[in-house]
């Protein structure tokens, strides 16, 4: 008889915390902070618009509730064969901390767009930030041939895999994307 067969005729009591709605709005609430890095203020306004939008819609998918209050202000979701879209994204986000990304080229040049995918510059991104105290995160989007995900500081990195574990966000590194 293995350890794990027991004649215990009693049920045991499990903490229930991960179906508790307060545990989620914590992991939520980590979550924003991480992905606002510096800016609590921007980070309680999506709070705010998660928890309204979550009272009004159900929370049974949080990740896509904070994708939307989220959207271009502290994460992106694009088409995964737009590069042009993805640049502007990226730029939008990094554009908080006052960064710039080196894309490796001319990004007003149609060549560029021709000549380089997502993956490519998911990874340019990456190393760009990266070298400057930032990790860009890919995580699993909604719908097919798109990409998402954010940027939260690199000293945050295992942070955020604990909070997406949590939350059921399947994640990756930026230079990892395929």
Do not use: C
């Not at 979550?31 to 203020?41: M, V």
């Not at 604990?162 to 994640?171: D, I, P, R, S, Y």
Request: net charge negative; glycine share 6%.
């Amino acid at each position: 008889m293995s350890d794990y067969d027991d004649d215990y005729d009693y049920e045991r009591e499990h903490d229930d915390d991960d179906d508790d709605e307060e545990s989620v709005e914590k992991r939520v609430w980590q979550l924003l902070l991480l992905i606002n890095p510096g800016d609590e203020e921007a980070a309680a306004q999506q709070f705010e618009l998660y928890r309204a939008t979550a009272d009004e819609e159900g929370d049974e998918d949080p990740v896509r509730i904070v994708a939307t209050v989220t959207d271009w202000r502290s994460s992106f979701v694009v088409d995964a064969d737009d590069t042009r879209e993805f640049i502007e994204a990226i730029t939008e986000l990094v554009g908080r901390w006052n960064l710039e990304i080196d894309w490796g080229g001319d990004i007003h040049d149609d060549d560029f767009h021709e000549e380089v995918d997502g993956p490519e510059l998911f990874s340019r991104a990456f190393d760009d930030l990266n070298s400057k105290g930032y990790t860009l995160w890919a995580r699993e989007a909604d719908e097919d041939d798109t990409y998402a995900g954010w940027i939260t500081s690199s000293r945050d990195d295992e942070s955020m895999r604990m909070v997406a574990t949590a939350l059921g966000v399947n994640l990756r590194l930026g230079n990892q994307v395929m």
